[in-house]
């Protein structure tokens, strides 16, 4: 017989179909008014009787709710899974976790491909442009509904750390600590570079149908591919695609002197793109991209980043990689320069990796201490319970 799990080692229980509807519409930064608003989420572990424990987990461009434990829809570990459950460095056994899909998603909350109750048809084009504050100001809505008035932490890695970094902006009475990785205070010319070329490969597929394909019963799969292949490589350093593919074949011995996936990064890159458009809305991809593109909060507070975080009593604890080149260590120290300009409490780390901008997302040892030093800092602040350290 199998030996009995530990209680602090127990796997998650398999995910919940969590929604809630806004009770009232949502003004948004344009200034158009959205309503019903429908935010899809999940949590894990049980919120204290102080309501005080709760970590707030905020996703990036192409991820969604299901962090932890078995994804619903791939069967695979969620997308932080080596980080959130019992006994690992986002304990669940320690703080209540919550992460929403965000606003014009495509997991179950409210996006271009859900129905248009005007119309009775998916938005499509006619769902309204989002910015990374309405994403925020939807998730404080669903914290209003959970009964949570102040996060212990807020963190998230690329387009999480703009939503950390609104946050923290937007809310400083809600927000203890602040966790923003890999990460920038705006999105630099190159990248929206980047996301314009995405854009454009989704718009020039035939089966786009002007936004319009899902009631034309098509999906733009190459348009989307291509976007995917893109911004992939992107997410890697150079030493990372070196280390991985180098110059190798795929499946043949010489060259074939045609345009086959003679190389194994051209396979992989084929292959994350044909995955992609499974699991991902073609239409959310633009309305997301462009609310990253949108993001600037040194713009937002009369072009001085400074001015965002005067006054703040949030605790905040930067992470920056090496290795990327989308949101390079440079970015990082912007934010931390200027908090140190209004005296913030701030730390900050840049980890020593070559594997790129996704490297929040894979094993690296010393990003994970790092994370669990300040947490256990954090909450030892907060008069929340010690971790407890087995052996």
Known sequence: MAPDIAPELAPLPPAQDLKLTLESPLVLQSGVTLSPVTLAYQTYGTLNAARSNCVLICHALTGDQYLAGVHPVNG???????????????????????????????????????????TRKPWGLEFPVITIRDMVQAQA???????????????????????????ANRFPERVFAAVPIAGSYRHSAQNIAFHEVG???????????????????????????????????????????????????????????????????????????????????ANS?????????????????????????????????????????????????????????????VSFVEVESDKGHDAFLLDEPDFHQTLQGFIDGSAEICGLPSREIKG
């Open 285 to 345: 991809y633009l309305y997301i991209t462009r609310a990253m593109d949108y993001f600037d909060l040194a713009q937002e507070n009369d072009g001085i980043l400074s001015n965002a975080f005067k006054g703040t009593r949030v605790r905040y604890c930067l992470v920056s990689f090496s290795s990327d080149w989308l949101f390079p260590t440079e970015e990082s120290r912007a934010i931390v320069r200027a908090l140190n300009a209004v005296a913030a409490n």
């Open 199 to 281: 854009r454009q490969a989704i718009m020039a597929d035939p089966d786009w149908c002007h936004g319009n394909y899902l009631a034309e019963n098509k999906i733009p799969k190459r348009g989307l591919a291509v976007a995917r292949m893109a911004a992939h490589i992107t997410y890697l350093s150079e030493a990372a695609l070196h280390r991985k593919f180098g110059r190798r074949l795929q499946d043949r011995e010489t060259l074939t002197y045609g345009f086959d996936a003679d190389f194994q990064v051209e396979s992989y890159l084929r292959y994350q793109g044909s995955t992609f458009v499974d699991r991902f809305d």
């Open 76 to 118: 695979k570990p969620g997308w932080w899974d080596d980080l959130v459950g019992p006994g690992k460095v986002i304990d669940t056994n320690r703080f209540f976790v919550v992460c929403s899909n965000v606003l014009g998603g495509c997991m179950g909350s409210t996006g271009p491909k859900e129905i248009n109750p005007a």
């Open 141 to 167: 809505k669903l914290l209003d509904y959970l009964g949570i008035d102040k996060l212990f932490c807020v963190m998230g890695g690329s387009m999480g750390a703009m939503q950390v970094l609104e946050w």
